[in-house]
């Protein structure tokens, strides 16, 4: 049994798309186990970049397997954009396999997550308006439709319509918008069914059994562990479980699959939306990190918050996933700075903390405790080798390990897979 876990750190965009089209060739499965096209997952190889939403990372390599599996919410046009997006650049998604028990996002989910959105006000979450909680809340509720669903037209009518009758009260009488026709939605949708259901298999099934064949699988996250419905930020994240955790839910493998799983984490930190940031830059400093480090959303194109890296959230992640690696990204976007700080831990009202604090309103309060290093002052996205960086650039890499209590074994110096220098991680 070998699986490996790869996930975010953070609060998503940590470079999981990189890291995990960087590892992939040592793996037979690359499996998305939550969210849908929230995501946004970007893969750059020579003049190729692919900004992936739905897809597992690991398309570009013909002999690995993609699968999507029931943990996560499925757009079907996004889908089928992507795969032709994909066929168009060369990358065949034949072998692509999608779980029936994945739910759909229908067009009453992506309508209810914007009004919603709009009657939140001053206090919305700034979602990717993708329809990402709405379908999630139906799959809690026991009214989804599920990718399975579209194998039986007149299952999937009799759901349609179910589903729509609650769906249009609250979207005519609450929101006041305009209700959505059943009929339309059948027919369109039973068109692109034609499409996505030979993709549907017992995904589970086909995990479990080639794990017991000795196949490799990693699990690719999306989003990060600050984002994650239990573990993150409350209510400020996203409706699924980013963590490690989700990879068991979300694929039906048993936990003794996993055996490495690997945080990946930005050498500072951002964040898309609202919610609380405790080492956030509102000055010059971040802004030359959202314009060096190109920080805007792969999805909505919005600009990213930037701050300091912070090891309070970065020894959280490695608590609740069970972090055994670390990998840093884009440590080369710090080259611009004679100094970088590291938020160590936080003061709230006059106490230190140097973990997460469980309340919402006191993480609200957080005051930010830095440590001070020296900057490397150099442009480090060519060097391949640990011994080659500067050593200011090694020492802070060394103290946010110590930091985190997890060995950094990757690091992360460019987009490219080749911008990358290997520091005693092993694939099984
Ligand atoms: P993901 O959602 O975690 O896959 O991350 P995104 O793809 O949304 O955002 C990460 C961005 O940083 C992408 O544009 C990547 O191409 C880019 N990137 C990844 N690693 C590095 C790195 O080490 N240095 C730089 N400069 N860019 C990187
Ligand atoms: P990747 O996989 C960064 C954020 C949204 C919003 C919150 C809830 O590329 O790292 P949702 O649409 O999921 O209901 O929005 O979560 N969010 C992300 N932020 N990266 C992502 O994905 C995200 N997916 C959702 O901005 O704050
Ligand atoms: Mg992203």
Known sequence: MAGTVLVGAQWGDEGKGKITDLIAPDFDYVVRYQGGNNAGHTVVHGDITLALHLVPSGIMYPQVIPVIANGCVLDLKVLLKEIDTLAAAGFSTDRLQISGNAHIIMPWHIALDGASEIQRGASEIGTTRRGIGPTYEHKAARNGIRMQDLLDPNLFRAKVAASLETANAILTNLYEEEPIDADMVCAEYLEMATRVTPYITDTALLLNSELAAGRKVLFEGAQGTLLDIDHGTYPYVTSSNCTAGGAITGTGVGPMAVKKILGVAKAYITRVGSGPFPTELDDDIGAKMV????????????????????????????MVNGLTDLCITKLDVLGFLDKIKICVAYEIDGQSYTTLPGSQSLLERAV?????????????????????????????????????????????????????IMRGWQSL
Not at 379 to 385: E, L
Not at 402 to 411: M, Q, S, Y
Request: charged share 30%; net charge negative.
């Open 291 to 318: 314009e060096i480090g190109g920080e805007f959303g792969t999805t909505t194109g919005r600009m990213r918050r930037c701050g300091w890296h912070d090891s309070v959230i970065t020894r959280y992640a490695a």
């Open 368 to 420: 930010p405790v830095y440590e001070e290093m020296p900057g490397w002052e150099t442009d480090i996205s060519a060097v391949k080798r640990y011994e080659d960086l500067p050593i200011e650039a090694r020492n802070y890499l060394e103290r946010l390990e110590e930091l985190a209590g997890v060995p950094v074994t990757i690091v992360s110096v460019g987009p490219e897979r080749g911008q990358t």
